[in-house]
Antibody
């Protein structure tokens, strides 16, 4: 079964850091670009970041550029999001999402159930 | 970034009705548009990719059309299980963007 499972969410103070992880299974992870998408409580979807299938190329939303870092370990089928300098407005459910194909600009055909990040003092 | 505008923001229809949701892009995205369905507390689910291609396993009552800047998602005969929020997403250009969502309710 194709599956993504996020972990690492929690409560953090403004200015703090958190590292999210996403475990992939059921497909050839190294062949696909991978993304993080977030959803603030009661709000719509916001794409956060993408990493190419072969490690090296990344792209970020302006709202997180310079604060968040996406990475992957193809040997472990893992995707990561290092979040530094967290702000109250980063509070959201964070979803890991698989690109439909190898392209970085693509639709998302598989999503994890999400992990909640709360930034609050 | 390309702005995506959905309308309406909410709609209420009866079981069996034909329902149409519109998504407009601030510039041409050719056919690089996807539609998702999201139910409360759940992750989004891909329905349509490349504007009009039905994702595997999605009921045939869902269809997509359009190109350039204007797109539609149609549910040919609304079913109770279709109560959800629907989002469009452009993937023509990095800085991927979603529409604001359309909440579909049953009358």
């Amino acid at each position: 079964e194709v599956q993504l499972l996020e972990s690492g969410g929690g409560l953090v103070q403004p200015g703090g850091s958190l590292r999210l992880s996403c475990a992939a299974s059921g497909f050839t992870f190294r062949n696909y670009a991978m993304n993080w998408v977030r959803q603030a409580p009661g709000k719509g979807l916001e794409w956060v970041s993408v990493i190419s299938f072969s490690v090296g190329r990344t792209h970020y939303a302006e709202s997180v550029k310079g604060r968040f870092t996406i990475s992957r370990d193809n040997s472990k089928n893992m995707l990561y999001l290092q979040m530094n300098g967290l702000r109250v407005e980063d509070t959201a459910v964070y979803y890991c999402a698989k690109s439909w194909d190898t392209a970085m600009d693509d639709a998302f055909d598989i999503w994890g159930p999400g992990t909640m990040v709360i930034v609050s003092s | 970034d390309i702005q995506m505008t959905q309308s309406p923001s909410t709609l209420s229809a009866s079981v069996g009705d034909r329902v149409t949701i519109t998504c407009r892009a601030s510039q041409s995205i050719t056919s690089w548009l996807a539609w998702y369905q999201q139910k409360p507390g759940k992750a989004p689910k891909l329905l349509i990719y490349k504007a009009s291609n039905l994702e595997s396993g999605v009921p045939s009552r869902f269809s997509g059309s359009g190109s350039g800047t204007e797109f539609t998602l149609t549910i040919s005969s609304l079913q109770p299980d279709d109560c959800a929020t629907y989002y469009c997403q452009q993937y023509n250009t990095l800085g991927l963007t979603f529409g604001g969502g359309t909440k579909v309710e049953i009358k």
